[in-house]
């Protein structure tokens, strides 16, 4: 049995306070009259003169800048200009290292282009250990002025230059170079089949190439030419759990899947509420608008039974609130209890009495509702609002609500009904703050006001918005918030808010695109959050810009990996036009706005209902369709085949240039049985191996060398299934040869 082998390497923090370094400007590539070295030390946001400046905008450009004596570079800092200026950094890369000709990329990144000045955490770990540098380098790649030069205003560097914490990390990377170096000969020689020469390096250095286990795989298979064999060994290595990392980097794959419709179901809808009880693998929904009315049923859909049951035609014959849309609701799993508040109100319903912000909770078990209060805002709660969102915190009873626009007596006679898309009517809107309630006390909190736009750039704060999406991190206790609409603004920020200390954490502030910015962001998206896997998944709907949104429909799918700070889109369409949503209505569901989307964490799956497919011909159209998404990464089983498929295909290749016979049998029921001939390119790649059989075998018979260079081209395509810390080095020898 082949074991998941420990990591020996143990990781050699910094964690001493950081300070600033000292530097001067090494060499730079080009620079302007005005340029003075020490400048771009001092902040002088005022001066004009006070920064390096390209003479050119076409890289490669570069400023680099010696320490005064080696540091472990922790972070950097930019400053501005006092205003927007042209020659800011849109894009720059960071390299470090402690000499000028050898350094390794620390960031990849830009700037925004504004007066604040930023800092970014630099790359400074190598293997798990701390690596000091002697030299920065700067390198600019795009400036906000598509046509100017580059100019840097001012820069600080910032990590840990003391003795005792350098000096031991300059060691270990001297250390490590060599290691590294031998490695790559180490590498060079088993490749070329130097065998002495390889045995005679490793003898003198006890340097390992790899981890034990590969060596025996490379043993196995490049040496012995035991296919069989390396098969064994690539199913024991999956059972041992070795290949779990690879399993676990790989991206998903998303399928729509349409769910039967009962004769009993909820009809066309859009702007209505759903909540999921995973225990019981139950969604509520609740709601809506269905083009002509606000509606006031409660539906429940059984999935295991696949089977929708009416709860009851009118909740408020029941007790319970009236008809309405643009609502939120939110589940406590634990309680079965399900909460709602808010409504959106047409202009000529807004009376003094419809305005009060009615606030209901719903057991489940006793099929009853409960008015908690008629009128939340008399109990320090928000207003009556629509398009907010609110989430609870199961363990503690606590329902946060944030944003949404408040219902006032006054609108503009040009106001029309949103559908739970976004703003409209009056020119001032009024938006609502985050407000706590907690549920065993029946007390709300106000939490953050609304923050005025003349304060918006001062400091992180919460900028009340509707169409925006709110998940709350049970583990993290934070609530994540991203995107929405604000007045005419559509915002593309993400940020964070600890429930238990209040502070915010700016992800992105969505000015540009970075690594950490969802492309699709709006105010049309749907979010769900899976704790466990620690990810945030969103569902974009129709184009932000309501005009173009004919043109620009499109359906996709984004991954949010929390720990990683990385966001990946796994499913877009961007089709247009009727007849082809037509012709796919029962393969995957249109774009649309007002639509929900729910997320059963047990059991990894998404649902969809209903929604605004935004046809200008048709307005009042609404959607009933109903829709499974379920997200798959490779199984082991796919691994195990798909690694068995490229080690038989080795094999019949082999034996195609030497015994056409043997490899025509093989072909017909080795590699055969264990190609998917469901899968059309498997397939087509499988029928186009018989080729080999009829080629010229003069000309490609294999020798001695080709045999091994065909063995070790195997061999290092199966290492990419383990982790890097078990494989040889990814770099060649050859490569560092200067041409």
């Keep these: 049995m082949i074991m998941a082998a420990e990591d020996s390497g143990s990781a050699n923090t910094v964690d001493i306070a950081m300070e600033k370094l000292d530097y001067s400007v090494h060499k730079c590539s080009s620079f302007s009259a005005s340029f003075v070295p020490s400048n771009i030390q001092e902040n002088k946001s005022t001066d004009q003169t006070s920064r390096w400046s390209s003479e050119s905008n076409n890289p490669p450009q570069f400023l680099i800048l010696k320490l005064s004596k080696p540091a472990i570079v922790k972070s950097i ?29 620390l960031l990849d990144t830009g700037l925004r282009n504004d007066n604040i000045e930023e800092t970014f955490p630099l790359r400074h770990n190598v293997g798990g250990h701390a690596f000091p540098c002697r030299y920065i380098k700067i390198m600019p790649l795009q400036s906000w002025g598509p046509c100017f030069n580059f100019s840097i205003w001012f820069v600080l560097l910032s990590g840990v230059n003391k003795p005792e914490v350098v000096e031991p990390a300059l060691e270990w990377f001297i250390e490590y170079q060599k290691r590294e170096a031998i490695r790559l000969c180490l590498k060079h020689f088993r490749q070329m089949n130097y065998t002495e020469a390889f045995d005679a390096l490793q003898r003198e250095t006890q340097v390992e190439l790899e981890d034990p286990l590969l060596s025996r795989l ?71 608008w269905d083009g002509n009315q606000d509606l006031s049923d409660l539906w429940a859909y059984h999935v295991p039974t696949k089977h929708w049951t009416l709860i009851t035609r009118d909740t408020e014959l029941e007790g319970g609130p009236s008809a309405r849309s643009c609502h939120k609701m939110c589940l406590d799993p634990e309680r079965r209890q399900i909460f709602t508040l808010g409504r959106y109100l ?56 944030f944003g ?15 559908g739970c898309l976004g703003l409209v009517g009056s020119s001032e809107p009024i938006f609502s703050g985050l407000y706590s309630y907690h549920v065993a ?39 994540f918030i991203f995107a929405g609409q604000r007045s005419k603004e559509y915002l593309n920020d993400f940020l964070t808010y600890d429930v238990d200390t209040g502070v915010i954490r700016v992800i992105s502030d969505g000015s540009k695109k970075h690594i950490n910015s969802l492309s699709a962001a709006g105010f049309t998206q749907r979010a769900t959050i899976d704790p466990t896997l620690n990810e945030i998944y969103v569902l974009s709907g129709l184009s932000k810009d309501k ?14 990996y929390i720990a990683q700070d990385r966001w990946s889109c796994v499913y877009q369409n961007e089709n247009t036009g009727e007849q082809y949503w037509n012709k796919m209505q029962h393969v995957e569901p249109c774009p649309r706005f007002a639509h929900q989307l729910v997320y059963d964490h047990v059991n990894k799956v998404h649902y969809l209902f209903g929604g605004n497919p935004g046809r200008s011909c048709l307005p009042k159209l609404r959607l ?3 829709w499974k998404l379920s997200l798959f990464k ?63 075998k003069k000309c490609q018979s294999l020798g001695e060398s080709d045999l091994h260079q065909h063995r070790f081209k195997l061999y290092e395509q199966l290492a990419v299934f383990f982790p890097e810390s078990m494989t040889q080095p990814t770099g060649n020898l050859m490569d560092l040869v200067p041409l």
Aim: with cysteine; aromatic share 10%; charged share 25%.
């Design 634 to 696: 490779p199984s082991h089983s796919q691994l195990l085949q798909r690694c068995k498929v490229l080690i038989r295909t080795f094999r019949y290749r082999e034996l195609a240039m030497t015994e056409s016979l043997s490899a025509l049998h093989y072909l017909q029921t080795s590699l055969s049985e264990i190609i998917d001939h469901q899968d059309p390119d498997q397939t087509k790649e499988f029928q186009q191996l018989a080729s080999l059989i009829f080629q010229d």
């Design 77 to 105: 800092t930019f400053g501005k200009y006092e205003k927007n200026h042209v020659c800011n950094l849109k894009k720059f890369k960071i390299f470090g290292g402690m000499t000028e000709e050898r350094m390794l990329e």
């Design 441 to 479: 006390t029946n007390t709300w909190k106000l939490l953050c006001s609304d923050i005025p736009p003349s304060n918006s750039n001062t400091e992180p704060g919460l900028r009340s918005r509707v169409g925006h999406s709110m998940l709350f991190h049970p583990i993290e206790r934070k609530l």
């Design 547 to 560: 005009e173009k949104r004919d043109d620009n429909v499109q359906n996709s799918f984004w991954v949010y």
């Design 624 to 626: 009933d369709d109903f």
């Design 218 to 288: 490379h043993s196995t298979l490049v040496e012995q030419g035991d296919y069989q064999a390396a098969e064994g060994f690539m199913e024991q290595a999956l059972t041992g759990g070795l290949l779990n990392w690879y399993v676990s980097k790989q991206e998903y794959r998303a399928v729509w899947h349409m769910l039967a419709s009962d004769k009993t179901r909820p009809g066309m809808r859009g702007g209505h509420q759903m909540c999921m009880d995973p225990h019981t693998e139950t969604i509520y929904l609740l709601g809506g």
């Design 404 to 418: 949404g626009r408040v219902l006032t007596a006054h609108a503009s006679v040009s106001e029309e009904r949103p």
């Design 346 to 401: 047409d202009t000529q319903y807004r009376t003094p009495e419809n305005l009060k912000s009615d606030f209901y909770v719903y057991d489940i078990d006793s099929n009853q509702w409960t008015l908690i209060t008629d009128d939340t805002a008399t109990m320090g709660g928000p207003q009556l609002i629509f398009d907010h969102q609110m989430c609870m915190d199961v363990a503690a009873r606590t329902i946060y609500v």
